[in-house]
């Protein structure tokens, strides 16, 4: 903290009423730094109080900081001299805060990089900087990916810092436009589910200032070194899902699409070849959209329908229809809505590499 740039911007808030002259002095009557530029440099004798000067010991938080003078011909003089002080006081614990806010940062920058390593993870490091921070690596976690369209300011991310008010939760700015943070979820919710706690949380920092922000939410992890695989879940929501959906997305909500991704398009393709004929007289848009559809709504028809903007009966035809086509139950099996929905995503995968340009044999 830089105490005598610090006091050359109070000097510039005083400096309105010109029948004060304050200063910053050392414990050896050095004037530091001055309203009035030529006693810089001077020394004042600190014994020698009188009506026209006071000096006030700057001591925040059992740190010494010399002295403030305050000089003026005035009755007011010492009520305002002790205003001064008081003043002068604030503004160097708000300093020592964000210096130390700053401080913290740069350690939770160096955790979450070593949490969410792909290689040569080293859990000594971990509990090193865990142990540094106060924070209990044994907790719950779930890492949140907070993207912004635009960079955030650097002081908005220092501040964030007092609005989560938890030790526990760290956080990082890892690009200009995104932040990583690590969320403890406490092991015994009584009656909100981890889904609500989270959504009330975000909901909170999104009345405070990040409402133009996405919340990527990945899986909650009770292990270190399974802290990764929740961030890598947060990459796998902001690369799969476009920005202009909702603002905050969990990944449990999606944990089907994401196991269908990681299965390799050459089995799936062996699953369904055999349908190309049957698919032609399909709309495979239509199938994608209903599938899809189906899945985010518990494969609820009347929720289902009013997502489409369609009659029940309507949707119930069209299923019917797939039903017949490819001889599956999506109604009435679980397996039946499993192998639909993965059709979906095997017609999904091909159009986007038809209109890539490849070619098929």
Known sequence: ????????????????????????????????????????????????????????????????????????????????????????????????????????????EQLIKALITTRNFRIDEVVRLSQELHIDGTKPRVAIRIVKETAFDVQEVTDLKYKINEDETIYSLMADNEIIMFKVVPKNLM??????????FIHDLQEWGLSDCYFYVGSVQNKTRLFQSSYQHTMWLKENLAMNGPKIVHFWDYVLNYLASRVPQQDITGLFDYLNGVINKIDTAELIS?????????????????SLFLHKNTLVYKIKRFEELFHIDIRGSFQGKIQFYLLANYLSDNDKREQAGEIYE
Not at 11 to 30: A, H, M, R, S
Not at 194 to 200: A, H, P, T
Not at 290 to 306: C, G, S
């Open 191 to 200: 009656e909100l589910t981890v889904k609500e706690y989270l959504d009330s």
């Open 1 to 108: 903290m830089n105490l005598e740039q610090i006091f050359k911007e109070f000097i510039i808030v005083v400096q309105e009423n010109p029948k004060y002259t304050i200063g910053l002095i050392d414990n050896y009557g050095k004037v530091i730094s001055c309203s009035d530029e030529e006693k810089a440099g001077s020394r004042i004798d600190l014994s020698q109080q009188n009506k026209d000067d006071h000096f006030y010991k700057l001591t925040v938080e059992g740190k010494d900081y010399g002295y403030l003078w305050v000089n003026g011909q005035d009755d007011s003089l010492s009520i305002v001299a002790n205003l001064l002080s008081e003043s002068l006081k604030t503004r160097i614990i708000f300093e020592m805060n964000q210096e130390a806010a700053r401080q913290s940062l740069s350690l939770e």
């Open 290 to 306: 209903i599938a899809r559809q189906l899945y985010i709504n518990d494969y609820n028809l009347t929720q289902t329908a009013e």
